[in-house]
């Protein structure tokens, strides 16, 4: 199984195999009238038996998030996202369908693969957390009602960019970074979107992946990526903006569209606006 490159993005083996084997499973059991992939260039429709045509949702997936971390066996993970299409049942899906804001989710979630395998997930009435019991291969409820601290004390970000980042962005590091109070915070950055959020999620923290001069547009993908953990983020009573607005506003515009991700700890990413604001107001 070779290599291929996917939006600037060169696949793992187990990209691939992750991506065939949920886009399989999800065409087999003809729940969904079609599917959209970060590993896919184009969205597939789904032609099944008659009963499959008045299928109401389209799914959206990150197959493995956190991929180059695969060959090191750090926690990667599964991003989610399901829409109600808006064409009509019975004819087949059009990228109009998966080119919905991120407020239009019916539910959203993730799974990650780590000591243990948890999948979180919400369909707009909170934020449930499961774990699976490998001896009995069900997931039970472990985590109920998750909700992010209002502030945390964890910044996950890759500062080794740190050059590369919006004045805004290196005024908040240097927030973050200062002898106050209750600073400085602690650096946690893992590489996967997935893990990194589940722990903030859990202990407090903001989670950023801005613009640079290396991602004028930000690198996470709108629709497989950072929807999903906004909506997640939502529910769980934290926020997630671009910097200046609510990811869920955005209005998607192409299938693997790229955008800057603030999300976390309520007061924490109210804070890097502030900083974002204010060099945008210097400048």
């Known amino acids: 199984m070779g290599n291929s490159l996917i939006q600037e993005k060169v696949q793992q083996k187990l990209d691939v195999y992750a991506n065939d084997v949920f ?15 970060e590993e896919e260039d184009d969205f597939v429709i789904i032609n099944g038996k008659e009963n499959s045509k008045s299928n109401k949702y389209v799914l959206l997936i990150d197959p493995l998030d956190g991929s180059s971390n695969i060959d090191v066996n750090v926690s990667v993970g599964t991003i989610f ?95 973050c970074q200062a ?28 989670y950023i992946y801005p613009t640079s001069s290396t991602a004028p547009q930000g690198k996470l993908r709108l629709l497989y990526e950072c929807n999903p953990i906004a909506f997640i983020a939502e529910q769980a009573l934290g926020k997630a903006t671009d910097g200046f607005q609510r990811i869920m506003d955005l209005q998607p515009t192409e299938l693997h569209q790229r955008v800057p991700i603030f999300c976390g700890s309520t007061k924490m990413v109210e804070k890097a606006e502030e900083f974002m604001r204010k060099s945008l107001e210097n400048s």
């Open 23 to 37: 886009k399989s499973a999800l065409i087999n059991r003809e729940i969904v009238c079609g599917i959209a992939s």
């Open 81 to 175: 996202s399901i829409y109600r299409r808006i064409t009509p049942e019975g004819t087949p899906v059009q990228k109009e369908d998966f080119l919905q804001k991120g407020n239009e989710q019916v539910a959203a979630g993730y799974i990650v693969y780590g000591t243990s395998t948890m999948l979180v997930y919400t369909t707009g009435h909170g934020v449930n957390g499961f774990t699976l019991n490998p001896a009995l291969g069900t997931f039970y409820l472990s985590h109920p009602d998750m909700k992010f601290p209002k502030r945390g004390n964890i910044y996950s970000i890759n500062e080794g960019y740190y050059a590369h980042f919006p004045q805004g962005v290196k005024d908040y590091l240097k927030y």
């Open 179 to 206: 002898e106050e109070e209750d600073r400085p915070y602690t650096s946690r950055y893992i590489g996967s979107l997935v893990s990194d959020f589940h722990r903030n999620m859990i202990k407090g923290g903001i």
